[in-house]
């Protein structure tokens, strides 16, 4: 990663900016050409460099008030599948992978997001029908203090 790759990410790091040609827009606030901004966001992406480009959502603000870290604890030669799966429940945002301890034997964590409790309540059971597991735990947010994205 070079200079220019790092101006390139600092510029997008806040979002992209509501215009009809945002990455256009973008360049041009870099001094290039937009081919090669998008070249560039192309090769980061095939690094490895940069994971994705997407949209986030301030679920608060769009009326998702309920937020449950829900931590199972998952066989060891289950944890991929169960993994996969439940992070393809559209209302999962978080899904991962941790080790767990003999004082807390939870391995896998799912951040679920909901307009009400029982709508997380509802994913969580669907979960458990699919999957068949049941020990778990959910750990309900009360307040957010701080939510931001790594910045260079």
Same mark, same amino acid.
């Given at each position: 990663?070079?200079?220019?790759?790092? $101006? =390139?990410? $600092?510029?997008?790091?806040?979002?992209?900016?509501?215009?009809? &040609?945002? #990455?256009?827009?973008?360049?041009?606030?870099?001094?290039?050409?937009?081919?090669?901004?998008?070249?560039?966001? $192309?090769?980061?992406?095939? $690094?490895?460099?940069?994971?994705?480009?997407?949209?986030? =959502?301030?679920?608060?603000?769009?009326?998702?008030?309920?937020? !449950?870290?829900?931590?199972?604890?998952?066989?060891?030669? &289950?944890?991929?599948?169960?993994?996969?799966?439940?992070?393809?429940?559209? &209302?999962?945002?978080?899904?991962?992978?941790? !080790?767990g301890t003999r004082e807390w034997p939870y391995n896998v964590y799912a951040m679920i997001h909901g307009r009400a409790k029982?709508?997380?309540?509802?994913?969580?059971?669907? =979960?458990?029908?699919?999957?068949?597991?049941?020990? #778990?735990?959910?750990? #309900?947010?009360?307040? &957010?203090?701080?939510?931001?994205?790594?910045?260079?």
């Amino acid at each position: 990663m070079d200079d220019l790759d790092r $101006r =390139i990410l $600092r510029a997008l790091q806040d979002g992209l900016p509501i215009v009809p &040609e945002p #990455y256009g827009a973008v360049a041009h606030d870099l001094g290039i050409p937009p081919d090669v901004l998008l070249e560039r966001l $192309r090769g980061m992406l095939d $690094r490895g460099e940069v994971r994705r480009m997407g949209a986030s =959502i301030a679920h608060r603000a769009a009326g998702f008030a309920a937020n !449950a870290m829900c931590v199972w604890s998952v066989p060891p030669g &289950e944890v991929e599948a169960f993994g996969r799966l439940t992070a393809g429940f559209d &209302e999962v945002t978080h899904c991962y992978d941790r !080790a767990g301890t003999r004082e807390w034997p939870y391995n896998v964590y799912a951040m679920i997001h909901g307009r009400a409790k029982a709508d997380c309540e509802a994913v969580i059971r669907r =979960i458990c029908d699919r999957t068949g597991q049941r020990d #778990y735990v959910v750990l #309900y947010s009360t307040r &957010e203090f701080k939510k931001t994205w790594t910045r260079l």
